[in-house]
């Protein structure tokens, strides 16, 4: 079950519902020729779907059936914070994606037509009645109208039908960022910010109870999961589509009673910077580890360069850890593993608009190496083959890549799709924008420059 993460999932005698099988080299076939790829989880770099697009699935969750994993998420674009739709994609090894569909698109009216935010989707299956629950955040543009909001489906990826607001004892809750649980026995929790806690009626539809309340004034973004026989949340402090330190607390039940159990990340690491999101068990080779799923915003360029950070949890002497920041690491064996490249020195940095560096390779796949900070901003990065011209010669549409890290960042920047090897040539081009937002009470976060820096590309 995905959320539970019991002591008997730990000790590797159950085999999670999510759980990676393939081997560690997958052997991937385009365009006629045969390629030995690594199969990484790389937390921080845009990935590519099936299509060749960006997986554009933010602040959501993951739900394992039939051996696949489905992941949910906002499908953002690149210039308005407008609700564009919630996406669902699958994948047999949490690295390699397929597009499914558009679950629930812009409504034609109400609270989640024109004009309104959509975010944070979270689904469940309810054990009860067998069908999936969507669950959501309806807002209006400016922050000032949340509802929890619901929608149904039969299957899990099909097209979900929006009910509209979700009630406790008849009235709407007037809410933001839900967060979703399913304990060991199929009762259902609604978490939202502030840290109310709802149980949920048995066809997930309504809440049925208030469980918990102002568990965590001042925050948001709740993941709760159970792992070493305790009940955890996971909270960030507001800060908007900036990350900071974030928090957890511990219980006996999901009733409480809650302590808080501070920092969950290396202090000033701004939880590798990312904002909490969710958390599920994976099944490796070294047996099963909790993961951490948090979101790396990017506003204003969300469907191009926000990115995932997904990393292992594990609870020491009672207490939570997410130790060690691992850029990249096989879902398999669950152990780090770099990146394998031949490395070609770059030395690029500059804020100018229209600047560019054009990178000539020979290979089937790329990464960009470079610092991330305060000071940084957006490139334009696309890969066009050798000794052509033209729009045909693109192979990598350019996308939106960013540069800018609260805390600063050595991790991969962009990590190309997996290509034929032939010869290619990769561009970046710094735009010179000064990315910034205000946060719901109109307090400015953001970069302070526009700087975008490569040290190395790596070619495989
Ligand atoms: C926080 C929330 C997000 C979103 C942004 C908007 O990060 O967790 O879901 O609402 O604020 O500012």
């Not at 489906?153 to 967060?179: A, K, L, N, S, V």
């Not at 290979?363 to 052509?388: E, H, N």
């Not at 960042?409 to 010179?432: H, Q």
Request: proline share 6%; aromatic share 12%; glycine share 12%.
């Amino acid at each position: 079950m995905i959320g539970s993460i019991s002591e008997q999932c730990l000790s590797g005698v159950c085999r999670p519902a999510v759980s990676t099988v393939l081997p560690e080299r997958r052997l991937c076939v385009q365009g006629g020729e045969a390629m030995s790829q690594q199969s990484l989880i790389i937390s921080g770099v845009s990935w590519f779907d099936d299509r060749g697009r960006t997986v554009n699935a933010h602040g959501g969750c993951i739900v394992g059936e039939n051996g696949l994993c489905y992941l949910f998420g906002e499908y953002k674009t690149d210039e308005e914070n407008r609700f564009a739709g919630f996406s669902c994609y699958s994948s047999p090894d949490l690295v390699h994606w397929t597009f499914r569909r558009i679950v629930l698109p812009q409504q034609a009216d109400g609270l989640m037509g024109p004009g309104r935010i959509g975010e944070r989707v979270k689904v469940m299956r309810c054990p009860t009645t067998g069908r999936y629950v969507m669950f959501m955040h309806s807002d209006d543009l400016g922050y000032r109208d949340p509802r929890i909001c619901y929608a149904v489906c039969d299957t899990i990826d099909g097209d979900y039908e929006f009910r509209g607001p979700m009630t406790f004892r008849g009235e709407p809750i007037r809410r933001w960022d839900p967060g979703v649980f399913q304990d060991d026995d199929g009762t259902g929790y609604l978490l939202v910010h502030e840290g109310d806690i709802y149980r949920l009626s048995d066809d997930y539809l309504s809440a049925a109870e208030q469980v918990g309340e102002g568990i965590a004034l001042g925050g948001e973004a709740p993941a709760a999961f159970k792992l070493g026989g305790r009940y955890w949340m996971l909270f960030s402090n507001k800060t908007s589509w900036d990350c900071n330190d974030n928090y957890c607390l511990s219980a006996p039940s999901m009733r409480g009673p809650w302590t808080y159990q501070g920092l969950f990340a290396p202090e000033g690491s701004m939880t590798c910077n990312s904002q909490s999101l969710f958390v599920i068990p994976v099944h490796t080779d070294r047996g099963m580890v909790p993961m951490y799923m948090g979101d790396r915003w990017s506003f204003p360029h969300q469907a191009s360069a926000a990115t995932y950070v997904w990393q292992q949890l594990s609870v020491n002497q009672g207490r939570l850890r997410l130790a060690e920041y691992w850029p990249a690491w096989s879902p398999v064996s669950g152990k780090e593993e770099p990146f394998e490249g031949r490395r070609i020195d770059v030395g690029f940095r500059s804020d100018r608009a229209g600047e560019s560096v054009t990178i000539p390779f020979h290979g089937s796949r790329v990464a960009l190496t470079g610092r991330a900070d305060q000071w940084g901003s957006y490139a334009r990065v696309g890969i066009r083959r050798a000794g052509m011209g033209g729009e045909s010669a693109m192979v990598v549409n350019p996308i939106f890549v960013s540069w800018y890290a609260k805390s600063p960042d050595f991790g991969y920047r962009y990590v190309s799709p997996e290509l034929p090897e032939d010869d290619y040539i990769v561009s970046i081009t710094v735009t010179g924008e000064m990315p910034g937002w205000t946060d719901k009470t109109g307090q400015r976060f953001g970069s302070v420059g526009s700087f975008v820096a490569v040290d190395h590309l790596l070619v495989m």
